[in-house]
């Protein structure tokens, strides 16, 4: 296995552990749970550390590609931009949990205003870890390129 796989095997799980997070953290905020709400921002902590994992294989996951035919520089660049960008944010929705979870234990309360602010920075998080795992996609997949853009321009390839 090479750095290309293990980016492939874990570029799924920001996404996926962001959605269930949310989901998870809103259930509580709304019913007033604090063992869900507890649960939700575990489970941004542990996401935000897969989705730090995952970035880190981009960069190594990218070198190997780019010998592939048909690679396209112009695909890789918009997908690694959006990451440059989610990454940030999923490092403040983590940390905002991080000290959440860290009022949690020592003063047995979490502010419900940090509570929201956690929600409105990770909805902002997962829109946009799902429009980069969406620009990661089309790295590899010609089928969710569009008609417009099913193959490389000339000159684009092997770049």
């Known amino acids: ?3 290309a796989h293990f980016h492939l095997m ?4 920001p996404l996926i552990g962001f959605f269930f997070s949310f989901l998870i953290l809103v259930l509580g905020f ?3 749970n604090e063992s869900y709400v507890r649960a939700g ?3 941004f902590v542990l996401s935000g ?6 970035f880190l294989t981009g960069e190594p996951a990218e070198k190997i590609i780019e010998q592939s035919s048909g690679f396209s520089e112009k695909l890789v660049e918009a997908h690694e931009e959006a990451a440059e960008l989610v990454i940030w944010f999923i490092g403040a929705t983590s940390l905002l949990s991080a000290a959440a979870l860290y009022f949690s234990f020592i003063k047995k ?3 419900r205003a940090l509570v929201f602010g956690i929600m409105a920075v990770a909805a902002i998080s997962l829109i946009d870890t799902a429009r980069t ?5 089309k790295i590899s997949h010609p089928e ?5 853009s099913a193959q490389p321009s000339p000159g684009e390839e092997s770049k």
Do not use: Y
């Open 30 to 32: 709304i019913s007033k």
């Open 41 to 43: 921002l575990f489970m």
């Open 49 to 54: 550390v897969l989705s730090v994992v995952t």
């Open 109 to 111: 309360n979490i502010p």
């Open 133 to 137: 795992n969406n620009l990661g996609g």
């Open 10 to 13: 874990l570029n799924h799980f």
């Open 144 to 148: 969710v390129r569009g008609p417009s």
């Open 1 to 3: 296995m090479n750095a």
